[in-house]
């Protein structure tokens, strides 16, 4: 497998999302008819995935949906899917549509006997809350081993799937040299050691705070080029953190420069209907320029920044979570 493109690895989760919308949330040994029901095809790392094929490739028109149409936009990287679904009814679909929005899923495991990921989401229409049970299923059965394509040369991770695999992939990207993004969601403490081998650490605001062993309190009340720094000083070498509404947040110094303070940017003009997956736009988005920079070796992050942030106001402006990540061009013709 060898791509004339850079290749994106996203190595992490696929979930099929159950979305139960209801006026209210039924007690227990209750049965309530629900108000809508619909299956997505999500998880973080799948979504983060969609994202770098979207952002990487003008919206192929309804004629050539096909992929290998002639007339199908050639797209700037080549996006490649890492995980596994299992031997279920869903899993076909799922890599279908994968395949629809042009990532390559030939690295995605099908494990016989397995189930897919399933994330069961009930949402409560008065209140706008989300309740999720998540049963992993197949995530939860990859191993520590060894999944990243030879030719790969970012590679991204969450943590959907068991830390130990996504330590050892990290650690596997860094010794390749490749550029190591990590979206540390859902966030759990990690041991020091991995951030030497953090080309790019990107995450929202409690994120921040679980990684920093602060409460969501203390955090807000933190100095954030404080909290950057301490993953500066440990050897990430760009920390972005998301702050919403209010844009993100970054910095990225060598070390004899991470005393100066980091970049605020606001966010772009948006409509907000629904965030959901505003941050997994965000990352696939910043990946796409690593990627594209990495192969003109010229990376330039406030741009790269500038255009997640762009990329992530688009999603907020549409409902639920693929379904709202944005194409490249509804990305770029939009002026702030
Ligand atoms: P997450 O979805 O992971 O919790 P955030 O809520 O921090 O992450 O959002 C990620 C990014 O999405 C932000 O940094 C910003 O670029 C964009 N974004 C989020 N909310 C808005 C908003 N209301 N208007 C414009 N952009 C937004």
């Known amino acids: 497998m060898s791509s004339p493109l850079p290749v994106i690895a996203v190595i992490g989760s696929l979930n099929v999302d ?3 919308r209801t006026t209210r949330v039924p007690a227990a040994g209750e049965t309530l008819i629900a108000q809508s029901f619909d299956i997505g095809f999500g998880g973080k790392g799948s979504n983060q995935a969609v994202a770098c094929a979207r952002l990487s490739r003008p919206k192929p028109s309804s004629s050539s949906r096909n992929p290998g149409e002639t007339g199908r936009p050639s797209p700037s990287v080549d996006v490649r899917m890492v995980g596994a679904v299992g031997s279920d009814p869903f899993a076909e679909g799922f890599l279908a549509g994968l395949r629809q929005d042009g990532v390559n899923v030939d690295a995605v495991r099908r494990l016989e006997g397995q189930k897919t990921g399933i994330a069961n989401i009930i949402v409560e229409e008065g209140s706008g809350e989300n309740r999720i049970m998540l049963a992993a299923n197949a995530n939860y059965a990859l191993k520590a081993e ?9 590679a991204v991770f969450q943590l959907e799937i068991p830390l130990e695999v996504v330590l050892h992939n990290i650690n596997e990207a860094k010794r390749k040299g490749l550029e190591v993004i990590l979206n540390p969601a859902p966030a759990v403490p990690l041991d020091a050691a991995v951030f030497k081998s953090l080309s790019h650490l990107i995450m929202n605001e409690s994120e921040a705070a679980i990684l920093s062993g602060m409460s969501d309190e203390e955090f807000g009340s933190a100095d954030l080029d404080d909290i950057a720094s301490n993953f500066l000083v440990r050897g990430v070498r760009n920390v972005i953190i998301t702050l919403g509404a ?3 947040y970054y910095h990225t110094s060598p070390w004899y420069a991470i005393r100066k303070p980091g970049t605020t940017l606001a966010a772009a003009r948006a409509t907000v209907v629904d965030t959901t997956a505003a941050g997994d736009t965000f990352v696939g988005a910043y990946a796409v320029a690593v990627a594209k920079a990495r192969a003109l070796d010229d990376f330039d992050v406030d741009a790269a920044v500038a255009f997640a942030n762009r ?26």
């Open 146 to 154: 060894t999944l990243l394509p030879d030719d790969a040369d970012v």
């Open 18 to 20: 159950f979305i139960t």
């Open 246 to 248: 209010k844009g993100v």
């Open 311 to 336: 990329a992530a106001a688009r999603t907020v402006e549409r409902k639920g979570a693929r379904a709202a990540v944005p194409w490249l061009d509804e990305v770029d013709r939009v002026a702030d």
